[in-house]
């Protein structure tokens, strides 16, 4: 029976995921998981595409709040504990 893994891992993959959608939606392929999304030049639009992504992906839409307020990695981390919720 293959092992499943730990939800440390899948919550980092969900987030590296999401930090990847996020670069390419902003055209920014040195983006970080520390970097804000309107810093880079991301705006409603695109932040509501970015969360639609997650939401079918993931189950759980991003925060928009978040997404404005603080890192890409934090609004991600916050939707990953919804998802594993």
């Given at each position: 029976?293959?092992?499943?893994k730990?939800?440390?891992?899948?919550?980092?993959?969900?987030?590296?995921?999401?930090?990847?959608f996020?670069?390419?939606l902003?055209?920014e392929p040195?983006?970080?998981a520390?970097d804000n999304f309107?810093?880079?030049g991301?705006?409603?639009?695109?932040a509501l595409?970015?969360?639609?992504?997650?939401?079918?992906?993931?189950?759980?839409?991003?925060?928009?709040e978040?997404?404005?307020?603080r890192?890409?990695g934090e609004?991600?981390?916050?939707?990953?504990?919804?998802?594993d919720?």
């Amino acid at each position: 029976m293959p092992e499943s893994k730990p939800i440390t891992d899948k919550a980092d993959e969900i987030v590296r995921e999401t930090v990847v959608f996020a670069a390419e939606l902003l055209d920014e392929p040195e983006l970080s998981a520390k970097d804000n999304f309107l810093d880079l030049g991301g705006h409603s639009m695109l932040a509501l595409e970015l969360s639609e992504w997650a939401k079918e992906r993931y189950g759980a839409s991003i925060s928009m709040e978040l997404i404005f307020e603080r890192s890409i990695g934090e609004a991600a981390a916050d939707m990953v504990r919804r998802v594993d919720a």
